[in-house]
T-cell receptor
Framework: AQSVTQLGSHVSVSEGALVLLRCNYSSSVPPYLFWYVQYPNQGLQLLLKYTSAATLVKGINGFEAEFKKSETSFHLTKPSAHMSDAAEYFCAVSDLNTGNQFYFGTGTSLTVIP | NAGVTQTPKFQVLKTGQSMTLQCAQDMNHNSMYWYRQDPGMGLRLIYYSASEGTTDKGEVPNGYNVSRLNKREFSLRLESAAPSQTSVYFC????????????FGSGTRLTVV
């Protein structure tokens, strides 16, 4: 069965500091991995996705994530946090077995301190 | 603007009342989904429709029914609302499976009292 674990339900960083949001997955076959962002009172927006083309994936708003098979991880990073990055972030996994189903993590709320 | 449109945005129901949440997409996507979002639990799949004419249960289908009316529209019905169904409901769509990401609607905030 597929699953996603996001370590840390709340993360706080200072403006300009590194953002690191952790995601570990469980999948019996090569996964497809996604990061979504949710701003207050809005739906989820796709930040980036891993589909086996390259292990380092660049997304919108300066975010990137690295797929590490040996660690079953897909952590999201951004070198310098901006106030506008404050939001909820969700990691999700899908694969050829699940076909139409995604499995979402429980989310990480990012606070950026001025 | 192209995307996923959900109505209503907010709703308060009394226990036992029924209602239908509407969802429509104009991106010609094949697959459509209903999720609920609860604090600390992330998003959980209620029902999905892989293509027009098909529907399947997700992780938490009890108390809900769905209809894929046509390729554009996918509705979620609560026949007899319960306080446990208080949640934010998101509709999503995507072109196919696997590699395709979701496009989400802006959500319906439902309170059952």
């Amino acid at each position: 069965a597929q699953s996603v674990t996001q370590l840390g339900s709340h993360v706080s960083v200072s403006e300009g500091a590194l953002v690191l949001l952790r995601c570990n997955y469980s999948s019996s076959v090569p996964p497809y991995l996604f990061w979504y962002v949710q701003y207050p009172n809005q739906g989820l927006q796709l930040l980036l996705k891993y589909t086996s083309a390259a292990t380092l994936v660049k997304g919108i708003n300066g975010f990137e994530a690295e797929f590490k098979k040996s660690e079953t991880s897909f952590h999201l990073t951004k070198p310098s946090a901006h106030m506008s990055d404050a939001a909820e972030y969700f990691c999700a996994v899908s694969d050829l077995n699940t076909g139409n189903q995604f499995y979402f993590g429980t989310g990480t709320s990012l606070t950026v301190i001025p | 603007n192209a995307g996923v449109t959900q109505t209503p945005k907010f709703q308060v129901l009394k226990t036992g009342q029924s209602m239908t949440l509407q969802c429509a997409q104009d991106m010609n996507h094949n697959s459509m989904y209903w999720y609920r979002q609860d604090p600390g639990m992330g998003l959980r799949l209620i029902y999905y429709s892989a293509s027009e004419g098909t529907t399947d249960k997700g992780e938490v289908p009890n108390g809900y029914n769905v209809s894929r009316l046509n390729k554009r529209e996918f509705s979620l019905r609560l026949e007899s609302a319960a306080p446990s169904q208080t949640s934010v409901y998101f509709c999503a769509s995507r072109l196919g499976g696997g590699l395709a990401g979701y496009t989400f609607g802006s959500g319906t905030r439902l309170t059952v009292v």
